[in-house]
């Protein structure tokens, strides 16, 4: 009798765990559009400069990244006269999450160069930019403040 009791409460708390598991796989299923995500960033955050979308010809001009690894791309950008900017990057494939991890520092980098001797009171947004990831998601948040980006950008998902 001690036997049927113990595969009870172990087939019980496999049962539990499955449950679990399934609820936690599922909650971090959302999949919103890249367009949302930075919508919602964007939102968040007070710029200076007048921002606008983005198109593919700016993303392929800023982020070298193969296409062919990005399934949902979105832009929210300034004149040039700041360098602030809110982009995500959704890669088709969580291998590829590093790849767009580059392609945004490459740019970060390529940013630096140009406002250095630019609008040098730019660098410390540069300097101070938010790159996260999330899923198959990253993002990067270039501005004065960008304390409350943390939380909306895992606030999506």
Known sequence: MNMKKLVVMGLAGLLCLSFVACSKSEGGSKQPSAA?????????????????????????????????????????????????EITV????DAGDVQAAKDAVNAHLEDQKTAFENYIPEEMPKIENALVLTQGNYVLLAVADDTSKVKETFEAQF
């Open 89 to 92: 990057i959704k890669v088709k």
């Open 36 to 84: 949302d995500v930075v919508k919602a960033v964007a939102e968040q955050v007070t710029f200076k400069d007048a921002m606008t979308e983005g198109d593919d010809a700016m993303f392929s001009a800023r982020y070298n990244l193969d296409s062919e690894l990005v399934e949902d791309k979105a832009m929210y950008v300034g004149t040039l006269a700041t360098a602030e």
